[in-house]
């Protein structure tokens, strides 16, 4: 009888690492409603780094839950590319589940809404089709010691080319709308701080007409800053 005892998951506290990713889909119309099912689009729906880079080092699998209604809904890649492709009718939640080299590691997922219509984009190739993707981070608090490992390898820049939408573009665009948002969050305030001040106006105008009307009631007290 051999014993294995579990080594304890080591994690390299303080420590933090992430990982860029892009999820999405692209779909291209038959151009007509297939008679057999219905069907009127054939579509990918996929998850990639988003530099070059060996994702397989800290990606182990990508589950692709479809629409119930698929046969076999739920989908499991376990090698690059991780991505689905079928063809459908309509539109609907996927839920991209990725799961890491190393099992201690929880897996996360991401909400993809499939899109088969909007928005249309116009490929090197002059090619239009339509394309969905999101770029986000997956963050890695205090990672296993297998994980921190995996997540050390380098990689190269990005090849923007790859992507279909203008990631750093819409990046510019977030911190713009953010700046805006600021700007105008600042003047709500001061407009609050405005009718803090008249209020507090109010309350002694009030309070001096008590005390000349009703001299020595006691009241309670009002700061006069
Ligand atoms: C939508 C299922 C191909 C409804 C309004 C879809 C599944 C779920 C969808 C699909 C919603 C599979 C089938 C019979 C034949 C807006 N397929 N949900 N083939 N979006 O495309 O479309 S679409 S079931």
């Known amino acids: 009888i051999s014993i294995t005892m579990a080594e304890p998951t080591v994690r390299m506290l303080g420590k933090r690492s992430s990982r860029a990713i892009v999820y999405g889909n692209t779909a291209t119309p038959f151009g007509y409603k297939r008679e057999s099912d219905g069907h009127t689009h054939s579509w990918t729906v996929f998850v990639k780094p988003y530099h070059y880079e060996d994702e397989t080092r800290w990606i182990k699998k990508v589950q692709f839950k479809l629409h119930e209604s698929f046969a076999n809904a739920t989908r499991v890649v376990e090698q690059p590319p991780f991505e689905v492709t079928e063809s459908g009718w309509g539109e609907f939640e996927?839920?991209?589940?990725?799961y890491f080299t190393?099992?201690?590691?929880?897996?996360?997922?991401?909400?993809?809404?499939?899109?088969?219509?909007q928005p249309v984009v116009t490929m090197p190739d002059?090619?239009?089709?339509?394309?969905?993707e999101f770029y986000d981070e997956i963050v890695f608090n205090?990672?296993?010691?297998?994980?921190?490992?995996?997540?050390s390898a380098p990689y190269k820049k990005c090849d923007?080319?790859?992507?279909?939408?203008?990631?750093?573009?819409?990046?510019e665009q977030v911190l713009e709308k953010i700046?805006?948002?600021?700007?105008?969050?600042?003047r709500e305030i001061e407009d609050l701080r405005e009718s803090l001040r008249e209020a507090h106006r109010l309350m002694l105008k009030y309070s001096d007409i008590?005390?000349?009307?009703?001299?020595?009631?006691?009241?309670a007290s009002v700061s006069r800053n």
């Open 160 to 171: 923007r080319a790859r992507f279909t939408h203008d990631l750093r573009g819409q990046k």
């Open 179 to 186: 700046e805006a948002a600021k700007g105008e969050l600042g």
């Open 126 to 132: 002059g090619s239009n089709i339509v394309s969905f």
């Open 94 to 98: 996927v839920h991209i589940r990725i």
């Open 210 to 219: 008590l005390e000349d009307s009703a001299p020595g009631t006691p009241r």
């Open 102 to 117: 190393d099992p201690n590691e929880k897996s996360v997922t991401a909400y993809h809404y499939l899109r088969l219509y």
């Open 142 to 151: 205090e990672p296993t010691r297998l994980m921190w490992g995996a997540l």
